[in-house]
Nanobody, 124 residues
Framework: VQLQASGGGLVQAGGSLRLSCAAS????????MGWFRQAPGKEREFVAA???????YYADSVKGRFTISRDNAKNTVYLQVNSLEPEDTAIYYC???????????????????WGQGTLVTVSS
């Protein structure tokens, strides 16, 4: 499956963005989808995930501010990011894994497919 992330940009602290990730070449509804991010000089970290059934999972740092959703008819997963902080500045990557369970949803090694990333920059 190929993943194409979009929607990043430059935003002031407190602002919002909607990131999208369009999938092609696979059966989108069969994938668990995740968003990860990587800030300069840091490891790639888990942000959010959504199961095939629509169950959602979040990193503690983004709970209450970010919302992940999916539209299987459009083969797209979204990440609504609100109340952005300078610490949210990073390249945001979407990822996909074939899994019948949601175990290890935050483990990036469990995801087989990755998009190219979209840059989110938050100014203070």
């Amino acid at each position: 499956v190929q993943l194409q992330a979009s929607g990043g940009g430059l935003v002031q602290a407190g602002g919002s963005l909607r990131l999208s990730c369009a999938a092609s070449g696979g059966t989108f509804s069969s994938y668990m989808m995740g968003w990860f991010r990587q800030a300069p000089g840091k490891e790639r970290e888990f942000v959010a995930a959504i199961s095939r059934a629509g169950a959602t999972y979040y990193a503690d740092s983004v709970k209450g501010r970010f919302t992940i959703s999916r539209d299987n008819a459009k083969n797209t997963v979204y990440l609504q990011v609100n109340s952005l902080e300078p610490e949210d500045t990073a390249i945001y990557y979407c990822a996909a894994r074939i899994s019948v369970t949601s175990s290890y949803y935050s483990d990036r090694s469990r995801y087989s497919y990755w998009g190219q990333g979209t840059l989110v920059t938050v100014s203070s």
